[in-house]
């Protein structure tokens, strides 16, 4: 059974970098596709971005700000936001890929809230 | 990007009734070198990450009672729940993955009559 497990900071001050940290466990992070997703408080959901062992996309709105990595030894990766301001407060949620990459998200982790503000 | 739009954004339903939510795209998300719609659908509930329900706009996810299903094409969907429980009380989105950025729907939100 794929698992996966949000953590980081919940709280990041304006034009400072959110980085969050998923650690997967039940599946090698090589041999699948990763993706990022927020949700704000009470609103609806939004893919940041994926990245698999060869490739990585982001959505254009935030793609000029933001970066994911891998760190394959401790099967994890990593979300990097820069420059955040309060329209950045989201609960964070990493997920897994459909089956060879397809984009639809079949295991999910629970989620961290991240609050930006002074 | 292609634009998700749901209805209506919540519904109440007795126990035992369908339950119905319809999801429109701005552009098909048919693609026909495969015959396949990119289009799946999800429910969330409070203080819950959101569960894979549906893919390819009719493919139950393993696990997913019979009485969601998913119908079709082109533009238009739905989800169907033909016998609403009380566990079903949730949130419904539908997302598209034909097109980057892969975009979902506003939810709908469904509850007890």
């Known amino acids: 059974q794929v698992q996966l497990q949000e953590s980081g900071p919940g709280l990041v001050k304006p034009s400072e970098t959110l980085s969050l940290t998923c650690t997967v466990s039940?599946?090698?992070?090589?041999?699948?596709?990763w993706s990022w997703i927020r949700q704000p408080p009470g609103k609806g959901l939004e893919v940041i971005g994926y990245?698999?062992?060869?490739?990585?996309n982001y959505n254009p709105s935030l793609k000029s700000r933001v970066s994911i990595s891998a760190d394959t030894s401790n099967n994890q990766f990593s979300l990097h936001l820069r420059s955040v301001t309060a329209a950045d407060t989201a609960l964070y949620y990493c997920?897994?890929?459909?089956?060879?990459?397809?984009?639809?998200?079949?295991?999910w982790g629970r989620g961290t809230l991240v609050t930006v503000s002074a | 990007d292609i634009v998700m739009t749901q209805s209506p954004d919540s519904l109440a339903v007795s126990l035992g009734e369908r339950a119905t939510i319809n999801c429109t795209s701005s552009?098909?998300?048919?693609?026909?070198?495969?015959?396949?719609?990119?289009l799946a659908w999800y429910q969330q509930k409070p203080g819950q990450p959101p569960r894979l329900l549906i893919y390819?706009?009719?493919s139950r996810e393993s696990g997913v009672p019979a009485r969601f299903s998913g119908g079709g094409s082109g533009t238009d969907f739905t989800l169907t729940i033909s016998s609403l429980q009380a566990e079903d009380v949730a949130g419904y989105y539908c997302?598209?993955?034909?097109?980057?950025?892969?975009?979902f729907g506003q939810g709908t939100k469904v509850d007890i009559k």
């Open positions: 997920a897994k890929l459909g089956a060879l990459g397809l984009g639809y998200f079949d295991y």
């Open positions: 039940g599946a090698s992070i090589i041999n699948y596709y």
């Open positions: 990245f698999s062992y060869r490739s990585t």
């Open positions: 552009q098909s998300i048919f693609y026909s070198s495969n015959n396949k719609n990119y």
């Open positions: 390819w706009a009719s």
């Open positions: 997302q598209q993955y034909l097109s980057l950025p892969w975009t």
